[in-house]
Every structure is written in C-alpha cells, then in structure tokens.
Nanobody, 125 residues
Framework: QVQLVESGGGLVQAGDSLRLSCVASGRTFSSYSMGWFRQAPGKAREFVAARSRSSGSAYYADSVKGRFTIFRDNAKNTVALQMNSLKPEDTAVYYC??????????????????WGQGTQVTVSS
C-alpha cells in the first residue's frame, strides 16, 4: 500500500509561481513512476507531468511545457511540481499519482495504482 499526500496549493495571481509537493509513504518509492494530473470544475482529469521510474525521463502536457518542471527525490520519497508563469487556465485541483510501471500514459484511467487527495491551485487574472 502506498499513501500519497500533496501540499503546496493556494491562491496566486497570473504570472506567479507555485511549487507542489507529494510525499509517498509505504513501499519502495523508486519502484513507481510518478505523475501529476489536474481536474478543473466540470472537466475530466488531465495529465500534467510525470517522471518514469526507470529512466527518470520527464514528460509534460503541451499546455505546461516550458512553464512546469517535475522533480523527484527518491531519497525523500518526494515528487514536486514547480509551476512558473501561472495562468488562470491552470486553476484546478492537482493530484499526485503513482504507477508501478515504466510506461507513462496520459490517460488518468491508466494510473490505477495510487492517487493522492489533491490540492487546490487557483490562479486569478
């Protein structure tokens, strides 16, 4: 069993930065590919970024490329999402997810291992 706890959300203005963190407890963190997803009101949960468990390669949604960076620290069982140049359309609940495979699907339904409870990010214009 793996538990994921997100933190770092909040209310910011457009152009500001925010850093989300997700701490994992339980089994071996390095065994999991880690991802961030988000869900805005009335919309489906969408892929934001992920890092593979094996290669450590990073993957990003086109909408956040160049603005968001995903970091993972296996020693601290943590994955972080640095969000810069935030836009109002980035407003959503952000979720951390873990997947015990090396492949990185962008479909949230394929991340069926573990999810955090989510943290709200609100960007005002």
């Amino acid at each position: 069993q793996v538990q994921l706890v997100e933190s770092g959300g909040g209310l910011v203005q457009a152009g500001d930065s925010l850093r989300l963190s997700c701490v994992a407890s339980g089994r071996t963190f390095s065994s999991y590919s880690m991802g961030w997803f988000r869900q805005a009101p009335g919309k489906a949960r969408e892929f934001v970024a992920a890092r593979s468990r094996s290669s450590g390669s990073a993957y990003y949604a086109d909408s956040v490329k160049g603005r968001f960076t995903i970091f993972r620290d296996n020693a601290k069982n943590t994955v972080a999402l640095q969000m810069n140049s935030l836009k109002p359309e980035d407003t959503a609940v952000y979720y951390c997810a873990a997947r015990e495979r090396s492949t990185i699907p962008t479909d949230a339904g394929a991340w069926n291992d573990y999810w955090g409870q989510g943290t709200q990010v609100t960007v005002s214009s």
